[in-house]
């Protein structure tokens, strides 16, 4: 079993930075990937970025150039550092695990507003 816990959300003005970090437990095979989704309000969860234990990464169109996700294998973390934050970004964000099946977190609630 593994279990992922988020942290780092936050409220940010328009322009601004935040970096998301999320922590698995358990056990942690591999080929796997690892990432981010979000959820916003009314809307379904859609993809944010992932990154494989081989660090081959993939982002939404939306993000590309403003985020970027990176993972440390051996401490098992996936970070998401979001530049030039947009209102419509704001959303829960979900920490992912995949192997074979999909292992999510809590969620950590960004606020993007002025």
């Known amino acids: 079993q593994v279990q992922l816990v988020e942290s780092g959300g936050g409220l940010v003005q328009p322009g601004g930075s935040l970096r998301l970090s999320c922590a698995a437990s358990?056990?942690?095979?591999?080929?796997?990937?690892m990432g981010w989704y979000r959820q916003a309000p009314g809307k379904q969860r859609e993809l944010v970025a992932t990154?494989?234990?081989?660090?081959?990464?993939n982002y939404a169109d939306s993000v590309k150039g403003r985020f970027t996700i990176s993972r440390d294998n051996a401490k098992k973390t996936v970070d998401l550092q979001m530049n030039s934050l947009k209102p419509e970004d704001t959303a829960v964000y979900y920490c992912?695990?995949?192997?074979?099946?999909?292992?999510w977190g809590k969620g950590t609630l960004v606020t993007v507003s002025s």
């Open positions: 990154i494989t234990n081989g660090y081959r990464t």
């Open positions: 358990g056990s942690i095979f591999s080929p796997n990937a």
């Open positions: 992912n695990y995949f192997y074979n099946m999909h292992y």
